[in-house]
């Protein structure tokens, strides 16, 4: 099942037109996907940003032009490494490293994805792309098999890590086993499984409020004399704010009249002015 598919399983039970999802997940891949449905769909571009969080089980020994357990073997190698030299390989990937991304992957190189590329067997050269891994752990291994938790930045390839750990130890790698546990604020404890969704009669009452992606923002309020104002997407001055946190230029808040979300702003100082400018409106 593609990304693709849990929205239109979503829009079908929910009734909703605007359905949207935060972040691919691999098909042959579980676990946490956010789904954004009605004014929501609106926020979706600031959970793409979000730090997602994995638990993955690389296998060594096995090379795939897929480089996970479903594409076709290319090489099969002896494993003979000492779980210290495991360790090392896996603490060279932590901070910020550049990742060349895979053939079989829905990036597109002018105008293609790759993945149509790589079917008809055709390789480009991909640049390298900076991400960042806050946190790789191993959780357990078990003769050629490797399981750990990692945290990332979007846009990080987990089987290309599992493929370039095997590189550095020279056996060769593959992923065999992914499951996202989290994405920004969302994780498994408070996810639901398409079943449960199929098998309520309720659908609405598994829906989370739209703010609730947004804690990492900070919060601010309209002043009653600027509510109509702000309802109309013009800029506030700090004088027509209730701010209790410190601002800084740059700094994207959620704005609130009477408890209620009704968007996204924008600080922006200029000119010895400060002034809130709306970026997104939920009305």
Known sequence: MTSHDVVSVIRRKLSFKKVGHTGTLDPNAAGVLPICVGQATKVSQFLLESKKRYRGELTLGIETDTQDAYGTVLAQKEVRVSE????????????????????????????????????????????????????????????????FDITCSKGTYVRTICKDIGDILGTGGMMSFLLRTATGPFDLSNAITLEELQNTENPSSLLLPLDYSL??????????????AALNGNPLALEQLNISDKIYNGDQVRVYIRNEIIGIGEFIFRNNTQSLKFSRLFI
């Open 84 to 147: 210290e030299n495991i360790y090392q390989a896996f603490k060279a990937f932590k901070g910020e490293v550049l990742q060349v991304p895979p053939m079989f992957s829905a990036l597109k190189v002018n105008g293609q994805k790759l993945y149509d590329l790589a079917r008809e067997g055709i390789e480009v050269e991909r640049k390298p792309r900076a991400i960042t891994i806050d946190q790789i752990q191993i959780i357990e291994i078990k003769e050629n098999k490797v399981l």
């Open 215 to 228: 804690q990492h923002m900070k919060r601010v309020e309209v002043l009653p004399a600027a509510e109509k």
